[in-house]
């Protein structure tokens, strides 16, 4: 076993070594420029590029044209909303989002409202993560052009109900934009199913190289257009100029395809390592609060708070586990995560949060050794702690968790 056991699968997942295999003649003999069309060398590389977009499409339940290479997901999310919201000024300025979106999607919208292109609504969700559908259908204005929800956080886990909110946002006319960077490849996907306008992906959440992504696009029903937010040779249907990185979009089209043979099996067996992980925590341990929706999340993601620590402790006392804590060290200070914020969970709780994230080549030998590790570390600080056992608990409780929302013990 190798340690740090990565159970950080969330921030990023190892490469397939079946993906690298599909890669590597791209470096090499096949170094060509996809855009070169008067050779063998440029049409070599253009044919693998065509063959990964539809793998990609085929993911997504799209068709090859509709889709748009970038450099990954935050591309894609900043193409999306302000190449929308430059493109559809005539039709509105106004756009319906969460609290609990990926920076990349808030921090676009925070720079279109500063520069004055857009006016933005940010939903909150329940406690559970989910959002509410009566919420988004009261915020769409006759100005809004866009509804922004993520598939998957990145946090919690929490899957969104695509096929209703894209259905919404059909009936309403305005255009329903998803990051899906964590959902493609562990949960399904289907642009026509779920209506849905425009999708962020990137592929190295889901076993491919650091560095490609895409955007897909919808061409009918509604054409949806966007002004491209990068100028040069009008790659990709003039929409994101810039020679193709092709070995890495074979990367991704390789995942994809891998990912499609595989999925269903992949998330019931990561399903039930993290099912394991769960029990074996909540087992041993009382105090612990589960965030996010019990079920409806993605099947490698579990967070979790330990009641009565203190969550650098935590942190430094998991040193033999790769995860991610929901505190997020911002210069001099421990800023809470702001996805858990907008939960209602407390800050201390937030302090306190694990994310653990299981994935492909996670084993049960690992799970078994992070419930160990984790169980560990919490009874030693909770035996050094003035908050443990909570004031007015029985000491020592009745093993039980709590689920999200719920009053802690
Ligand atoms: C990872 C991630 C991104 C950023 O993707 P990059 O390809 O790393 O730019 C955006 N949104 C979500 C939800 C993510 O998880």
């Keep these: 076993m190798r340690r740090p056991v990565y159970l950080d699968h969330h921030a990023t997942t190892p490469m397939d070594p079946r993906v690298l295999e599909a890669m590597l003649p791209y470096f090499t003999e096949k170094f060509g420029n996809a855009a070169s069309r008067s050779h063998a060398y440029g049409w070599a590389a253009e044919r693998a590029v065509e063959r990964a ?34 493109l559809y000024t005539q039709r509105g300025d106004h756009v319906v989002t969460v609290a609990t979106e990926h920076k990349a999607v808030l921090d676009t919208c925070a720079w279109l409202e500063r520069s004055g292109r857009a006016r ?48 919404l946002c ?27 306008d425009l999708l962020a992906c990137t592929a190295h959440k889901l076993y491919g190289p650091k560095g490609a992504g895409a955007l897909f696009v919808r061409r009918r029903d509604p054409r949806v257009r966007l002004a491209p937010q990068q100028h040069g040779g009008g790659h990709e249907r003039g929409m994101r100029s810039g020679t193709l990185d092709v070995p890495a979009i074979v990367g991704f089209g390789a995942a994809c395809a891998l990912a499609q043979e595989e999925m269903a099996a992949e998330a019931a067996r990561v399903g039930a390592l993290r099912d394991r992980l769960w029990e074996g925590l909540r087992s041993r341990l009382d105090g612990l609060v589960l965030n996010g929706h019990p079920e409806r999340r993605l099947p490698g993601n579990l967070n979790v708070s330990f009641v009565g620590v203190e969550g650098e402790a935590l942190m430094m006392g998991m040193r033999d586990l790769a995860v991610s804590s929901g505190s997020a060290c911002t210069s001099a200070t421990l800023e809470p995560s702001y996805v858990l914020r907008a939960l209602g969970v407390h800050e201390e709780l937030a302090h306190t949060s694990i994310r653990f ?16 590790t984790t169980v560990r570390a ?26 999200a929302g719920e009053p802690g013990p």
């Design 53 to 86: 977009r539809e793998q990609v499409a085929a993911l997504l339940g799209a068709a090859p044209q509709e889709l748009v290479f970038t450099s990954g997901a935050t591309e894609a999310d900043n193409l999306a909303l302000k190449g929308a919201l430059e």
């Design 120 to 167: 933005v609504t940010y939903l909150r969700p329940r406690p559970d993560g989910l959002l509410d559908l009566d919420a988004v259908a009261a915020a769409i204005e006759p100005r809004t052009v866009l509804v922004a929800v993520m598939a998957a956080n990145n946090e919690v886990g929490v899957l969104q109900p695509l096929a209703e909110l894209g259905a």
């Design 357 to 372: 994230g299981l994935g492909r080549f996670t084993t049960t030998e690992e799970v078994d050794f992070a419930v160990e």
């Design 170 to 196: 059909h009936e309403r006319g305005v255009l329903f934009f998803t990051d899906a960077a964590q959902a493609l490849g562990k949960v399904p996907l289907d642009v026509e199913a779920q209506r849905i």
């Design 378 to 403: 919490v009874e030693r600080l909770r035996a050094l702690s003035p908050l443990w056992p909570p004031a007015g608990a029985p000491s020592p409780g009745p093993a039980g968790a709590v689920a």
